[in-house]
């Protein structure tokens, strides 16, 4: 099955923080208005994916490589080619294997404190010929 990922957060996250008027406080954050929180969540997620796409692509495994990471408002989105094509893998394979990472996902404090404040992690796998092989959107833990 196609790989989740290295580490998923930034390894500059004070850049990134920086980058978006400071650490993200949960209290500090849930005192703030509902669109400055998405302003702000957005500002994280956007950072996020260009401190991320300065490293990429990078090989995860023989088969999986992380392309890209892309930012949509509050989601964060991993842009992974699998070698394979899409009808050499049984839809069941990658469906078995995505609790895990959304297990990996949860275990991480980062990540989680991102989706206990309104953020998401979407994860696309493609096979060799760029077609959609498999989706994953992780929004609770």
Same mark, same amino acid.
Request: with cysteine.
């Given at each position: 099955?196609?790989?989740?990922?290295?580490?998923?957060?930034?390894?500059?996250a004070?850049?990134?923080?920086?980058?978006?008027?400071?650490?993200?406080?949960?209290?500090?954050?849930?005192?703030?208005?509902?669109?400055?929180?998405r302003?702000?969540?957005?500002?994280?997620?956007? @950072?996020?994916?260009?401190?991320? #796409?300065?490293?990429?692509?990078?090989?995860?495994?023989?088969?999986?490589?992380?392309?890209?990471?892309?930012?949509?408002?509050?989601?964060?989105?991993?842009?992974?080619?699998?070698?394979?094509?899409?009808?050499?893998?049984?839809p @069941?394979?990658?469906?078995?294997?995505?609790?895990?990472?959304? @297990?990996?996902?949860?275990?991480?404090?980062?990540?989680?404190?991102?989706?206990?404040?309104?953020?998401?992690?979407?994860?696309?796998?493609?096979?060799? #010929?760029?077609?959609?092989?498999? @989706?994953?959107?992780?929004?609770?833990?």
């Amino acid at each position: 099955p196609p790989a989740m990922a290295q580490s998923n957060a930034p390894s500059d996250a004070s850049a990134v923080a920086a980058a978006c008027g400071g650490e993200l406080q949960e209290a500090a954050f849930n005192a703030l208005p509902a669109a400055k929180q998405r302003e702000k969540l957005g500002c994280f997620t956007r @950072e996020a994916a260009k401190i991320f #796409n300065k490293t990429l692509p990078s090989k995860i495994d023989d088969a999986t490589t992380l392309q890209k990471v892309s930012a949509d408002g509050t989601m964060l989105t991993y842009h992974y080619s699998v070698n394979i094509l899409k009808s050499e893998l049984r839809p @069941e394979v990658l469906d078995a294997f995505k609790p895990s990472v959304t @297990e990996k996902v949860c275990a991480a404090s980062d990540m989680k404190l991102i989706i206990r404040i309104g953020g998401s992690y979407r994860y696309l796998w493609f096979d060799r #010929n760029n077609e959609l092989m498999g @989706e994953l959107i992780v929004s609770e833990c």
